[in-house]
């Protein structure tokens, strides 16, 4: 009888470690890559705050999503993240022109450090790999040289 006695609360535990449920994490199944692309798709749809989840998953794996994620603060008014975003980019993609110049806007349109404005423009012209892109970037650095002569 005691030992009847001493299995059911055996029994008992036994059956209730079985019914408590168990967490189970995966692995993301999107690559940064995916992450990124996902973003951009969001970003176009205009679902700004899912896109931005997106883009900040797809880092440090993914350079190019500090750029994404800059040009999204920069569009939302949130200069300072911007910045930051768009400087992070810089030293990430170190041969992409593209985060020099969107940097360099962002100080223009702040009218702050001009002179560092200037030379990131004109990093981004030197860098430029297209003569579609060449264009817009002369355009950024023509502009902040003008706002440097008080123009």
């Known amino acids: 009888m005691k030992r009847r006695i001493a299995l059911v609360?055996?029994?008992?535990l036994l059956l209730a470690a079985c019914s408590v449920p168990r967490v189970i994490?995966?692995?993301?199944?999107?690559?940064?890559?995916?992450?990124?692309?996902?973003?951009?798709?969001?970003?176009?749809?205009?679902?700004?705050?899912?896109?931005?989840?997106?883009?900040?998953?797809?880092?440090?794996?993914?350079?190019?999503?500090?750029l994404s994620l800059g040009n999204l603060q920069f569009g939302r008014q949130r200069l300072d993240e911007a910045e930051e975003s768009y400087r992070r980019a810089v030293r990430a993609l170190p041969d992409d022109p593209e985060p020099r110049n969107n940097l360099a806007w962002l100080l223009l349109s702040r009218g702050k450090d001009l002179a560092e404005a200037e030379r990131l423009a004109r990093e981004a012209v030197d860098a430029a790999r297209s003569p579609e892109e060449r264009a817009e970037f002369e355009d950024t650095l023509r502009q902040i040289r003008q706002a440097r002569a008080g123009g």
């Open 9 to 12: 609360p055996l029994l008992c």
């Open 25 to 66: 994490v995966h692995d993301d199944p999107l690559s940064d890559a995916e992450h990124l692309q996902l973003g951009l798709a969001y970003e176009k749809d205009g679902k700004l705050d899912l896109a931005e989840k997106e883009y900040r998953r797809a880092l440090p794996g993914e350079p190019r999503a500090w």
